[in-house]
Each structure stands twice: as structure tokens, then as C-alpha cells.
Nanobody
Framework: VQLQASGGGLVQAGGSLRLSCAASRRTFTMGWFRQAPGKEREFVAAITSSDRTYYSDSVKGRFTISIDNAKNTVYLQMNSLKPEDTAVYYC?????????????????????WGQGTQVTVSS
């Protein structure tokens, strides 16, 4: 599975961005993770094949994950952005049914990762 992420950029605090991640084929669960300089990668949001969504506490209420199944594309709408949201954002896809028992926020659940897109929020 190939994942192509796009939509990152520079935005002022309080602004919005929408990330997109196109998969080359249908997957079970798709997620977004992010990694800021000097920090570990962290879970942001995920959506399952049954449209169940998960969010980290730090983005809940500000970010929305959605999927267009016809296009195999997942979106991350990011509103009310804060400087602490600055990071490289990675999309990920789970295609192995054997991993379905792992939590959606667990990186190990995902089999494929996109190349990352930079999001920078200025104060």
C-alpha cells in the first residue's frame, strides 16, 4: 500500500489546515501520528473501516478525521491550531486483519506509513 500525504504548511495560531492522505487501496484503519523535533512520535487520530473515530486528548474537539472510501483518502481537518501542534504529520494504514485487536492509537497496529507532511503553527 502506498500512502501519499499532503496539505501541510505554515499557519498562524488559531488558523486551520486540512491534511489529506491517499491510499493506493482500501485499508481497515487509517490513522494520523505526529512527531515534533526532539519528541517521540505520538498518536493524533484514527478512523476504522466502520467509521469509528479516535482522538488524542490534545486534539479532541479541534481536529476531525474523516474518510472518503470511494477515493481511499483520509482527511484530518485541523482547527484552532496551536504552536504545540507543530510537527511532521504522518498518515498510516492498517491492512493486516491480525492486528485488528491492537488499539487504534498504537503505532504497531499500522503496516504502512506515508512520507510525512510538515505543519508549522506560528504564535
Amino acid at each position: 500500500v502506498q500512502l501519499q500525504a499532503s496539505g501541510g504548511g505554515l499557519v498562524q495560531a488559531g488558523g486551520s489546515l486540512r491534511l489529506s492522505c491517499a491510499a493506493s487501496r482500501r485499508t481497515f484503519t487509517m490513522g494520523w501520528f505526529r512527531q515534533a523535533p526532539g519528541k517521540e512520535r505520538e498518536f493524533v487520530a484514527a478512523i476504522t473501516s466502520s467509521d469509528r473515530t479516535y482522538y488524542s486528548d490534545s486534539v479532541k474537539g479541534r481536529f476531525t478525521i474523516s474518510i472518503d472510501n470511494a477515493k481511499n483518502t483520509v482527511y484530518l481537518q485541523m482547527n484552532s491550531l496551536k504552536p504545540e501542534d507543530t510537527a511532521v504529520y504522518y498518515c498510516a494504514a492498517n491492512v493486516a486483519l491480525s492486528k485488528a485487536g491492537l488499539g487504534a492509537s498504537t503505532a504497531m497496529r499500522y503496516d504502512y506509513w506515508g512520507q510525512g507532511t510538515q505543519v508549522t503553527v506560528s504564535s
